[in-house]
Structure formats: C-alpha cells, structure tokens
C-alpha cells in the first residue's frame, strides 16, 4: 500500500468496515503524520454489529465545518455497539 500524506486533513482511525488490526494501522499512521483522528462507518448494510462517528456540540452543515471541527478537536470518536436490524 503506497500511502501519500499530500492534501490529506484527517485520518480515519476507526471504521466500523474495518478489522481492528487495520484500525490500528490507521492510528499508527494518524501519529505518524500528526493529523486529526476521525471515525467513519461505511453503512451499507443494516446488520453491521458496530458503528464509528464523530460527536461534536458544533453543527455540521458542510464539509468545511467538519474539517474546522476536526482541527479544533473540539469532538470525539464514538463507538456504538448495535443490535442487527431485524427487518
């Protein structure tokens, strides 16, 4: 995997897609270049066992807001444990 750092704001350390071990990559990669950590879930399927996101008291109205979040740090990743949806 060839890994270029140019144009990048954030590092998605958490995705609930992701197996704990590429997570962990993430992070390692977030230290390495000493970006803001973000989380993300990729939601395409309603049996997905966990979720990742960000939680912030700021509104998110566009792309712009979410990136002055993330380098304020004013958020945090959150992890939700969910229960396969049924129907």
Request: charged share 30%.
């Amino acid at each position: 995997v060839l890994l270029v750092p140019e144009g990048v704001d954030a590092i998605e350390v958490k995705n609930a897609c992701n197996c704990d071990e590429a997570n962990r990559r993430g992070a390692l990669y977030r230290d390495m270049l000493n970006l803001p950590p973000t989380g993300g879930s990729d939601i395409h399927i309603t049996t997905q066992a966990r979720r990742f996101g960000i939680e912030t008291d700021r509104r998110i109205g566009c792309g712009a807001d979410y990136l002055s979040i993330l380098k304020s740090g004013e958020y945090k990743i959150f992890e939700d444990k969910c229960e396969a949806d049924t129907e």
